[in-house]
């Protein structure tokens, strides 16, 4: 299994920005597609970024697109989530996951997830 820890959310005024970031540790077939997704109050859960842990690809859901960009380091430990110009509608809970392909992760198939960090956008 793949273990995820997620880190730098909070509250941000609109317009602002905030870096989340995600420590991965271990790997498994199950782990190559990193990515995000988030839980906004009253709302289904949906995913946001996701990128290939082996090579460059990267996907944004379309509400978020040209905001947010997901990227990982070199040694593909840290998965981050850069959130710009930021509405109310982003705030959420925002969970760090892994799942075998990306594919899967954008149906939510997923093989491993973090606990999350709030991200409230006023």
């Known amino acids: 299994h793949v273990q995820l820890v997620e880190s730098g959310g909070g509250s941000v005024e609109a317009g602002g920005s905030l870096r989340l970031a995600c420590v991965v540790s271990?790997?498994?077939?199950?782990?190559?597609?990193l990515g995000w997704f988030r839980q906004r109050p009253g709302k289904e859960r949906e995913w946001v970024a996701v990128i290939y842990r082996a090579g460059k690809r990267e996907y944004v859901r379309d509400s978020v697109k040209g905001r947010f960009t997901i990227s990982q380091d070199d040694d593909k430990t840290t998965v981050w989530l850069q959130m710009n110009s930021l509405k109310s509608e982003d705030t959420a809970m925002y969970y760090c996951?892994?799942?075998?392909?990306?594919?899967?992760?954008?149906?939510?198939?997923?093989?491993?997830w973090g606990q999350g960090t709030q991200v409230t956008v006023s």
């Open positions: 996951a892994a799942a075998s392909n990306c594919g899967r992760f954008r149906l939510l198939l997923l093989s491993d």
């Open positions: 271990g790997y498994a077939y199950g782990g190559n597609c």
